[in-house]
């Protein structure tokens, strides 16, 4: 139990006395040295009372300036803080803003990929016929085919329609020949 007051005993001192530069004591040491300067009997004793005033006066003087020192760095460094957490923040929105480019790059070589495989799918199918020039000698080609078949069928049905006739020719005479030989 007896740790435990020590600690806060300890923790309370350090909260009184600020960073632990011993201020307060210093204070009370000057009030107490000037109390004595005051009731000094003798020139030498209030010379060295009033020496060492003096230099209490310039520890606290220093510390003040010390903590003075400390507090504009302090003020500095917090202004300097908000500087790098700007320029964080700043770098932190390009690097989003380059992110979301980036993906629409992506997006768009996705595109351009998948166009160039849907190209070279029907390029290869292209491929596996023939060309313009070649299709249109063998479109020619067939037309003059079909012209001679043309003609062919033609001839044909003459014939045909010839025969027709022939065969109607003979077949009347036949009749004629029936109905002769019946009479």
């Known amino acids: 139990m007896g740790a435990v007051t020590d600690d806060e005993v300890i923790r309370k001192r350090l909260l009184i006395d600020g960073d632990g530069a011993g201020d307060d004591r210093r204070i009370n040491l ?16 209030g010379y060295s009372q009033y020496q060492r005033m003096l230099s209490t006066l310039s520890q606290c003087e220093f510390s003040m300036g010390k903590t003075l020192l400390v507090y504009d760095m302090n003020l500095r460094e917090m202004e300097n803080y908000e500087k790098i957490y700007k320029d964080i923040e700043n770098s932190i929105t390009a690097a989003h803003e380059k992110i979301s480019e980036c993906k629409k ?16 799918a029907l390029a290869k199918v292209i491929q596996h016929h023939p060309d313009r020039h070649e299709t249109l000698k ?3 080609a067939l037309g003059k085919e079909l012209q001679h078949l043309s003609h062919i069928k033609e001839n044909v049905e003459d014939k045909l329609e010839l025969r027709r006739k022939q065969f109607h020719v003979l077949l009347s005479t036949i009749h004629e020949l029936q109905q002769t030989l019946e009479s």
């Open 105 to 120: 790059q992506i997006l768009q070589a996705k595109r351009i990929r998948k166009n160039r495989q849907e190209y070279d």
């Open 30 to 45: 000057l009030v107490k040295s000037f109390i004595k300067w005051c009731n000094s009997g003798s020139q030498e004793e």
């Open 138 to 140: 063998q479109l020619e």
